[in-house]
């Protein structure tokens, strides 16, 4: 008991940074009550970027060309990283440009505790980014980082998985970057070898766009049962879904997992909810890398569960202010940084210089503008 | 009484003080769009190296019963206690570091290396100094609460022992600081009595952690070296908090940095929130080294007017900011650190002392000033002055000087205010002098004329025995007989 409460006190101070500590956190604990206020940490990832217990952090290991705007990037997580996570899930990183840190959440194409041949049987993990005309930090990451580069990580999340076993009928509906998550869920029916009755369709505007072009074909080669079908929209345009009873009769039958741009997820929403299938539909919306829509829009407060819609000129401040929530501020003027919140979604804007801030950044609430639809974590 | 119109006090118009603002959110703005990787590197190399001179400071402890370890180690613990406590945690607190996106370097996570927890700290600063930067009653750090800084603030009994409370702030500039936080924590954040409040608990765990590691863990793992680790550390303290405060002092005490009214406050524009930062701050000279010590707050005006630029762009700032100050004919404070400090040092002794043996008023004082301080001064320099209209305001705005084109501003003000000053202070000394020999001229003449009379009586008193001696010898006895 008494040794209990002991452990306790001294795990205390490393609790909130090293939960994946595991026996360690005592020693984080102890060694933390001595360096106060500074955390083993403060002085670990000084040594070594991945040893930190604070954030998770990367090592960029490999960039692997896909196709002409497209890349795989193969990453060693650091410290602390669970690969205990689920194909089709995606993850936060963050990435140094200019002295900046930006975020963006990209979709593991790797199968959970896979490891890359190659690397030693290193434990990795692998996301595949394609280049977005005006997205400059999609086009860093395709063209710009180098092997070696430090990145921070977010552990693995969302609820657009498989779970194993694999349902014996499988449709998969993708489109462009949408393919990568059910990448990871191939890969890893391939690597358990339990690849069932799987049907792909995957629409590309020429088939030089296709990403794991190969890799696709290797997989049909190996499994018969899984099939991929190449719609390219830019011979055929858009895949109509009335063609779906054409082309497979039996899709009713199928658990469906659908990855896309967001007009394409509406529609097959909106069919399998007409065929009475809803619960057969699994649906990941990438938020596609853009910059800021419009001005104002609904401001989401996500713990308060409250939202209220602005115009573009009202600072956020005084949204959540509107909406009855307990806001912090002090000098409602832009100095003080009390009022700082986590953008959890959506865009805002500073309405000093009209800097833009996105999903990811802590925003001055007092001195920020929706831009658009967004989400703050209070 | 402070100033209370920042436009007549700084002699520019409405017009003006909105382009000198927008001019400082140009600077602001070029800063902010060139910030980036060398800034970056800039504030994690001083992480680094803060984190290695702690280390090998803290390291080299282990020795320090040896008189040369215990000294190196206790300077290289001063130098880290210092460059954290000013370059990182007093800017990182600001948000300076903000833009890189760095959780780990970011104003709402960082804690830093003081009694005080962070987050009190920034509340009581960021928000209520630097918003109500020297506003009496408004900015608690006006004396701390402790020392009478300016004259608007009525004299009390306790004020006589502010030669003395000063020393002690100076010594223990830490708690000072800790305590003064906590207090406006507990005030604004609406919990200022219950024991077990959070701000109570918060204030508790930090302070006790600090005690512990300084005093306790550090020794103690240092085992036989244990006290001179534990006077190493108290040393390496000591250095931080008389450095932490002498810069604070040089920053916001000398003469030249100005108080205000909450009457300023009212409908203030962000123009005239620039112009009380940049009145209300003084810089103090440094190089290269002195300034990284400091924290870039030899630069404070700069920092009063972008608390959230990253400190290591401050001196390329000011040298635009002082441009600024040119053009607008506007004071820009600044001295050696050593004339900064004791100009501060001056107050603090002389406004110990009752009002009656002061002789200005919180209107011309050196340490506050008002728009009032110029009334009654007349501008003997300016051929325009007497064209000007009647009102005061209007004879004291002249934008341009027509002949030479120069603006005519607060700056030329305070001169020609000094020369006045100074020449009425002579012309009454005259006076008095003059009165003074009227005076013992009057005094010699009675004098003279008392003695003279003296002389006059002494001289009858004489003729008068002498005709007694020289009477006939009958009329003696027939008074006798008589
Ligand atoms: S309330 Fe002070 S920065 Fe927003």
Redesign the interface.
Known sequence: MVFKNVREWLEAPAASVAERGGRLNVLRGAVA??????LPD??L??ANPLW?A??LRGRVVEVRKETADSATLVIKPGWGFDFKYQPGQYIGI?I?V??????RSYSLTCPPNWSEPGHGGKRVISIAVKAMPEGFLSSHLVNGVKPGAVI?LQAPQGRFVMSFPPPDKVLFLTAGSGITPVMAMLRGMDRRERVTDVVHLHSARTAEDVMFGNELRALHDRHPSFSTHLHLTGENGKFKLTDLDERFPDWRDRETWACGPAAMLDEIEKHWREAGLSDKLHVERFEAERSAIGEGGTVTFAKSDRSVEVDGATSLLEAGESAGVQMPF??R??????C?LTLSSGHARDL??G?EKRE???V?TCISAAAGDCTLEI | MAITDIKAFAHLTEADIEMLGQELDAIRRSVELSRGERDAKYIRRTIAAQRGLEVAGRAILFGSRNRWAWLTGTALLSVAKIVENMELGHNISHGQWDWMNDPEIHSTNWEWDQTGPSSQWRRAHNYSHHTYTNVLGKDEDLGFGILRMTRDEPWRRVHLVQPVANLILAATFEWGIALHDWDAEKELSGHPKKWNSEPNKEFARKAARQVAKDFVFYPALTGPAWKSTLKANATANLARNLWAYAVIFCGHFPDGAEKFTVEQLDGETSGEWYLRQMLGSANFKAGPAMAFMSGNLCYQIEHHLFPDLPSNRYAEVAVKVRELCDKYDLPYTTGSLGKQYLLAFRTIHKLALPDKFLKRTADDAPETSSERKFAGITLPSLPTAAQMQETWHDTHIIPVDPATGQRYGLRSAMQEARVVLKAKAKHEKEVLREARRALKEKARQEKQMLREAGVALQERARHEQETLRHKPFWAKATRRFG
């Open positions: 009550r001595v360096t106060t206020p500074l403060d002085y990832h000084l930190s604070r954030e963050g140094l200019e002295g900046r840190w930006h975020w921070r002090g000098c003027m832009g100095i003080c940084q009390t700082v000093r210089n800097d990811g950044d802590k001055q």
